[in-house]
């Protein structure tokens, strides 16, 4: 057996592709690609191609038409994200939604996402997405099904956020193509382990390679088009002296996970970077979090939590008030409320109609010539306007006040 694989570095001349800071995508995605083409070429029984090897400009419609004229078995498009509000990290693989190839190309992207895992990089998934017509939304996935070629998107890390830009450091060029060659390398591994392939000239066999067990898809997979259905908090405790107080976040989405989640203390006027959300395993999410919140003393809190699945939808909390904690930095209670003082109003109380609303923080922002433009009119981004998101708490909260002092009347 002999399998054609073509590497695909997203982008390319006048396509930069993200940009941020000294990073320049296609430039990433290049230097990548062919790392993973060197590596690849030391095993039998592959022949390897790329889509381009320089920064020459291609389409989409040009990069499958060259795998098709090769007979690709498999296409692999390598990219680097960033999101709007710099604000996502982690890495994710998209594949296609039609379940005879999105079979085909999960157990490879399995491999891959374990490797980003040992690398400490964070995990958003394996994912789908369907554009207006109802077929995948990325030209690459799109065209690759129409071609019969099963074919994949890999996102190793944001450019953009310190979370992830560890794993590709730009202080010395010589670090940073360092970085690139071994994800490069990472690659090419999946890929062998994924074909069991050998190579005599590297002594290394996957031959008995043992993917992990799937349970296939039967019919189309569509991704998760809502956001979680639950986000509760709760407050656990409150350590005046130490100014901690420490709550617990009850979030669940039934059609995914939960990804992150993040905490504001104002309201929602601002919120903490976005943490991970506690997961058993990439795709299973815990239902609760006990998160501890520093906060500062004399300042009421209304404290309100996102959680954000896998899909950066996100849906806000009930509001938990807190009364000023009464601090001092010798831990002497001063001023009028005590510890016991304190009390929370849970301003939201009935989360079965959370208030969510749909974000397109990211999602691949970069659309190159043949994705699907999708219009997401009127969909709220996560941090450019936390004061629109107050104002809307404020007005859902403003609304529930009104539904309960009408339920009183009756
Ligand atoms: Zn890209």
Redesign the pocket.
Known sequence: MSYVIVLDP??GGDQD??TYGPYV?QNL?LAVAKAMKEYLDNFEGVTVYITRDSNQPMTIQERLDFAKAVNADYFISL???LSSFHTLYGSEVWIPAQQSYYNKMYPFADIVMKNFDEMGLFNRGIKTRIGKTGDNYYGVLRIGTNYGIPSCII?HCHMDNARDTFAIPASQSAALNASLVNFGIKDGEAMAKFLKLKSSKLGIDYSSYQLSSYKTKKSMVTPDETEPEVNEISLVSVDASAGKVTINMHAVDKDSYILYYMVSIDGGLTFAPLQDWPRTSWNKSLTDNVITIDVPANKELNIITGAVNSFDKIALSNVLNVKALSLTIDNKPVGENKVEDITVNSIIEDTTDTMAFNTITYD?L?N?PGDEQVQYAGSVSLFCSSAVLLLIAMLFAYNKFFKKSGRKKK
């Open positions: 997203g982008h592709g993200g995508e995605n990219h680097f994200n996102e691949h970069i190159e």
